[in-house]
């Protein structure tokens, strides 16, 4: 256990430790220098600190309230050595973090008793510390275990439709990530941000209930087949909709809304301008990139600079003008000069692209 002694008198602290070296399981570390001190708690832990009231540079009281705004001793025990039993100075250090006094006058056999409770006291409660943060480490990996399920869950979930649908795995994994690219650059918390990742992936959901004729028609489809192919959204927000889950409940959101129009003309409700929500116009811009630029059997992929031009002859029609500004912005950033998809896909999954399960993100590179 470690004990920290500060007083500018010499003899005062070898006192002390002289009295401590006799209580087992002891070390003191002595400072003349209250700053010293300090500087030295900075990146040292100790279990107890005894602190003289009186000192030249800085008095004991200010010392204590300073040793409890550093990392490690907000909670450690804080004796202040006094010559006063003035209740106004008492005050002041119980309301800097002192936790209890000790007279100078004190004769030495009491006050090797009080200075062996005292390290009693602060073993006990070095003890209960460290057991309350080993608790919070063990909570800390068993939530992060829950979020890695809850992203794997997700992702394989979504993994269902690259069996039914032209659009592959390698589609719904780069459409959470440009979502979340986004939502971050957006300004939006880190939370839902991450929840948007998880979410975005089962925007086209609604898809198990379209025809395997219609769904995988290489030709033009008919006007009944659209209809039929339209519906998918408000089937996908059925789907999805009546959780408490946090990430489901914003998948119904997106799966219904993400092709709702900024100028309303989009389905299935029409919807128009901010009342979309924004998860679905995050994602209405990221899923319609991707499709740009990703090759289908039914067509060859976009480049990158055809692609974006194309987006922004619909700003203010299809897409939000802010998110497809914020996207717009983000892949001159990111995808290099001169501009290519390899380097966009590349930068991004390297900054956001986490929480994929590694089968899952290895067939999603292999169909890329």
């Given at each position: ?194 929840a948007l990742f998880l979410a975005s992936p089962l925007h086209d959901i609604g898809k198990v209930a379209v025809p395997d004729a219609i769904l995988l028609k290489p030709s033009r489809l008919d ?48 919807l128009k301008g901010e009342a979309i929500p924004i998860a679905a116009r995050i994602v209405a811009v990221a899923d319609v990139f991707d499709a740009l630029t990703s090759e289908r059997p039914y067509k060859a992929a976009m480049p990158l600079n055809k692609a974006l031009a194309v987006m922004q002859t619909e700003r203010g029609r299809h897409f939000d003008p802010a998110c497809l500004d ?43």
């Open positions: 256990m470690q004990v920290m002694l500060v007083d500018d008198s010499r003899s005062s602290l070898a006192r002390l430790t002289e009295l401590l070296g006799h209580v087992d399981g002891v070390t003191t570390s002595a400072f003349l220098d209250p700053e010293v001190a300090l500087d030295r708690a900075q990146n040292e832990r100790f279990d107890l600190s005894i602190v003289d009231h009186i000192m030249p540079k800085m008095d004991g009281i200010t010392f204590i309230a300073r040793l409890s705004r550093t990392a490690f001793h907000k909670q450690i025990p804080k004796i202040m050595l006094t010559a006063t039993d003035a209740s106004d100075v008492k005050l002041l250090a119980l309301e800097a973090g002192a936790t209890s006094f000790l007279n100078k006058s004190i004769k030495p056999g009491e006050l090797l008793i009080r200075l062996r409770n005292a390290a009693e006291l602060a073993r006990a409660l070095r003890k209960l510390i460290d057991s309350v943060e080993a608790q919070a480490r063990e909570l800390d990996i068993a939530a992060q275990q829950l979020l890695l399920r809850e992203e794997e869950m997700v992702f394989r979930l979504s993994r269902a439709l690259e069996y039914r649908d032209n659009d592959t795995i390698d589609h719904t994994y780069r459409v959470a990530v440009y979502s979340r690219m986004i939502a971050e650059r957006h300004g939006l918390p880190g939370p839902y941000c991450r006007d009944r087949e659209r209809e039929i192919v339209k519906s998918h959204a408000a089937v996908g927000g059925q789907i999805l909709s009546g959780s408490r889950v946090e990430v489901i409940a914003l998948a119904a959101i997106i799966a219904e809304a993400h092709h709702e129009r900024w100028d309303g003309a989009g389905y299935p409700l029409g914020v996207f717009a912005a983000a892949v001159a950033e990111l995808a290099g000069s001169p501009p290519t998809l390899a380097i966009l896909r590349h930068e991004l999954e390297r900054r956001y692209g986490v929480g994929m399960p590694a089968d899952i993100r290895n067939s999603a590179h292999s169909a890329t």
